[in-house]
Nanobody, 117 residues
Framework: QVQLVESGGGLVQAGGSLRLSCSTPISIFSFLDMGWYRQAPGQQREQVATITRDFDTNYTDSVKGRFSISRDTVKRTVYLQMRNLKPEDTAVYYC???????????WGQGTQVTVSS
């Protein structure tokens, strides 16, 4: 079982910034592809940003130019820097860790991000 601990969510005004963190104590962190997903009330969970073990990144169109995903192998942490937040970014944000070759796929508990207009 992979433990993912998220932090950094909160309430912010439109145009503001937040940085989410997702940490794990496990030693296989460097082998994991990491990602951030979000789920707004009444909507399906959607992929926001991903970063592979090789540091390749991908973003959903609605956050390109505003969000940035990064990872720190020493700290075993993945970050999501969110800038110029919009009310439509309001959702519960979930951290994901996966290693397809080993059929591993884990989720954090989620952290609430609320953007007021």
């Amino acid at each position: 079982q992979v433990q993912l601990v998220e932090s950094g969510g909160g309430l912010v005004q439109a145009g503001g910034s937040l940085r989410l963190s997702c940490s794990t104590p496990i030693s296989i962190f460097s082998f994991l592809d990491m990602g951030w997903y979000r789920q707004a009330p009444g909507q399906q969970r959607e992929q926001v940003a991903t970063i592979t073990r090789d540091f390749d990144t991908n973003y959903t169109d609605s956050v390109k130019g505003r969000f940035s995903i990064s990872r720190d192998t020493v700290k075993r942490t993945v970050y999501l820097q969110m800038r110029n937040l919009k009310p439509e970014d309001t959702a519960v944000y979930y951290c994901n860790a996966r290693w397809d070759a080993q059929r591993l796929n884990y989720w954090g508990q989620g952290t609430q991000v609320t953007v007021s207009s």
